[in-house]
């Protein structure tokens, strides 16, 4: 099966690409109408329901969100730890060259919102929250862009896709360092014992995918014991599944293809409802809380702004030539603002006390919204008009992205 066209169209009009970025939205208003409802008691009281998973008297037991934090977004982490070590070995990020630019956008579109978080913030006690407005949902920015269909150019689309790859990179990394409670020493000895059978079965090029994921729930649960959050797991049992086995066929393409519709149309909207219940009632006073303004100007005005400036700068130092015109990068870096799902799971990870749960949210939407329609608008204005079926524009060769293709496009391949 081929790639997907970004022109393919669902129901006459929503490009294809751009139903789980419309499945998020849709579910996160649901949310919002539940918590917003009589329905409200039955929603909180869900959520707190304790679950116990594994033998009796040894299982583990959390209340149903925490699994769903915990437990489903290490699912989630382990495709996007898919999709990273593709991309690393042979997408855009493969190429040292062509991917410094984009590193160099996303390193400042994750610092400037972090400064802009604990300036508001930080004064106020609460600046433990500074990487909310650092992450990018790749799902929902790229759901974002494909409304413009072909009027964006592949470099530029390829530019957003790895400035976001690194950006989830980034966000890994942030949750195994600056997340973590405090840490247990045996159940973490145990858990390198079973990292070290994992690096042993990619050595032996084990093909078995279920059998990456049996001893991943096993290394999740070491993990969880150990303070380390459990979603790092997922990373870890990703970068074991081999590239290729011994008959040159690839498990890892083969597990990202079939992870990708439990995530994108499961795992991924259960997280934004269990999540995304704001209660209006009373929210008007939180609409200058410092939590609501560092996460909504990090996102709305941190983003662009570091993104395109450090891409800009980085772009005339190495003398290489940008994806796109400094207005286009400019409407890109807007869209680079969505942080939805990974700014939420941050911030449900940074903030214990649920009092924060509110301004958290409602920094969240409205930066992302904000951030989705100042993009748009600019892409709009700044990008060529849409090339017919008829008279695709000949692809430049000399591009250093153009070759790339978005990350949730079946990307299967002939083995």
């Known amino acids: 099966m081929g790639a997907v066209s970004s022109d393919t169209k669902i129901l006459g009009f929503l490009p294809q690409e ?20 009589p329905l409200a008691d039955v929603y909180h009281r869900t959520l707190d329901t304790m679950v116990t998973i594994g033998p009796t008297g040894g299982g583990i037991e959390m209340k149903l969100s925490y699994w769903i934090k915990n437990g489903l977004m290490a699912i989630f982490f382990f495709f996007v730890g898919l999709e990273l070590k593709r991309e690393l070995l042979e997408g855009q990020l ?75 990179l980034g966000a890994i990394i942030i949750v195994a360092f600056f997340y973590t409670e ?54 870890l049992v990703a970068a074991c599944v081999p590239m290729r086995d011994r008959h040159d066929k690839s498990p890892l393409h083969e597990a990202e293809h079939d992870f990708r519709p439990w995530v994108l149309y499961g795992v991924m909207p259960v997280f934004a409802f269990a999540n995304a219940g704001v209660d209006l009632n009373g929210a008007e006073r939180y609409l200058t809380h410092p939590v609501t ?55 449900a990870l940074a903030f214990k006390d649920p009092s924060l749960a509110t301004p958290t949210r409602l920094g969240v939407y409205g930066g992302s919204v904000v951030s989705a329609l100042l993009g748009l608008i600019i892409l709009a204005r700044v990008l060529p008009k849409a090339v017919t079926s008829t008279s695709q524009a000949e692809p430049d060769e000399t591009a250093p992205f153009i070759k790339a293709e978005p990350v949730f496009e079946a990307r299967d391949r002939a083995d």
């Open 94 to 168: 493969s190429n040292p060259t062509a991917a410094l630019l984009p590193i160099l956008g996303a390193a400042g579109g994750m610092a400037l919102p972090a400064l802009i978080f604990v300036f508001f913030a930080g004064p106020h006690g609460y600046g433990h929250g500074w990487a909310i407005p650092a992450a990018t949902d790749i799902a929902f920015a790229l759901g974002v862009l494909s409304l413009l269909g072909n009027r964006v150019p592949p470099a530029l689309k390829a530019f957003l896709l790895a400035v976001a790859v690194v950006d989830d």
């Open 18 to 37: 751009a139903i789980p970025g419309a499945l998020l939205v849709a579910t996160a208003a649901l949310a919002m109408i539940v918590v917003n409802s």
């Open 293 to 347: 303004l560092g996460a909504g100007l990090g996102l709305i005005l941190g983003k662009p702004i570091g993104i395109a400036l450090t891409s800009f700068i980085g772009a005339k130092v190495m003398k290489a030539a940008m994806p796109g015109t400094l207005p286009q990068m400019l409407g890109v870096a807007c869209i680079a603002g969505i942080g939805f799902t990974m700014s939420l799971f941050i911030g």
């Open 182 to 235: 405090t840490l247990h020493l045996e159940p973490l000895i145990k858990a390198g014992v079973v990292l070290a059978i994992l690096i042993a079965m990619n050595r032996g090029k084990v093909r078995s995918i279920g059998l990456y994921v049996l001893v991943g729930v096993i290394l999740w649960t070491f993990m969880h014991q150990s303070g380390v959050s459990g979603t790092i797991a997922g990373v």
